[in-house]
């Protein structure tokens, strides 16, 4: 049984995570923004109440991830997930961009998974296999040209920068870092026209957590098994 940590849980994604693992058998610490507005995510802890705790973090908050590492003091982790993230605003092509809103999409998608990560890395170090996996998107692979949602994908190719040179820094303590692309997923974010479920991606998702280790460069990891180009 592992201890995972996932950001993000109270809808999409997250949410799926959360269930696919509890289901499973592991314990999970499930962050949320408000927790008391849980309607979903109270189901799920209902059918696992000693397996899932639910914990407040505004991953923006430098004063939230502080409160919630103190909550936590002492704790393992074996798995952290950075599940949260926003699309961000209307207007974000190259030719028109609100630029307060691209900072904001830095802000929760790029910055707060580092913040997070280096808040809980002592957790992560009381684990013999510590691992973090941080949800990106094929949106930021360097590879592709299309331009649109510019906030979004340069957001995302950011993170996956961070998260590169992360795992560069933690690689000697033994703990392994990586990004994935969750597919065009069915939540408020993807759309309805989207590819596939929550629950599809978070089933994939939990198998690249189960596989992933140390090598010598991380990886950009797709829900399938697949790898992207970085």
């Known amino acids: 049984m592992s201890t ?14 959360v269930a696919a693992l ?4 592991d314990e999970v610490i499930a962050t949320v923004r408000d927790p008391e507005r849980l309607s979903d995510l109270a189901a799920i802890v209902a059918r696992h109440p000693d397996t899932i705790e639910v914990h407040r973090l505004e ?7 502080a409160a919630l590492a103190e909550r936590l003091q002492g704790r393992r982790i074996d798995v952290l997930i950075n599940n949260a993230g926003i699309i961000g605003p209307e ?3 190259t030719l028109d961009m609100d630029f307060a809103g691209w900072a904001e999409v830095f802000r929760v998608d790029t910055m707060a998974p580092l913040a997070v990560s280096q808040a809980l890395l002592p957790n992560l170090r009381l684990s013999d296999h510590g691992k973090i996996l941080t949800v990106s998107s094929g949106m930021g692979s360097m590879s592709t040209t299309k331009s649109d949602h510019v906030a979004y994908r340069s957001a995302k190719a950011a993170v996956n920068k961070v998260m590169q040179c992360l795992a560069t ?9 990586a990004v994935c692309h969750p597919g065009w997923v069915k939540t408020d974010m993807g759309g309805s026209e989207a590819d ?7 089933t994939g998702l939990t198998r690249i957590v189960d596989r992933l280790g140390l090598t ?15």
């Open 169 to 177: 820094d933690l690689a000697e303590e033994g703990i392994a870092v």
């Open 196 to 202: 596939i479920t929550p629950e599809m991606s978070a």
């Open 22 to 25: 509890a289901d499973r058998g």
């Open 59 to 65: 991953v923006t908050d430098p004063a939230s991830i």
């Open 91 to 93: 207007r974000q092509s």
């Open 216 to 230: 010598r460069a991380p990886v950009f990891h797709v829900w399938d098994g697949g790898i992207l180009p970085w």
């Open 4 to 17: 995972v940590l996932v950001t993000g849980a109270a809808r999409g994604i997250g949410l799926a995570l």
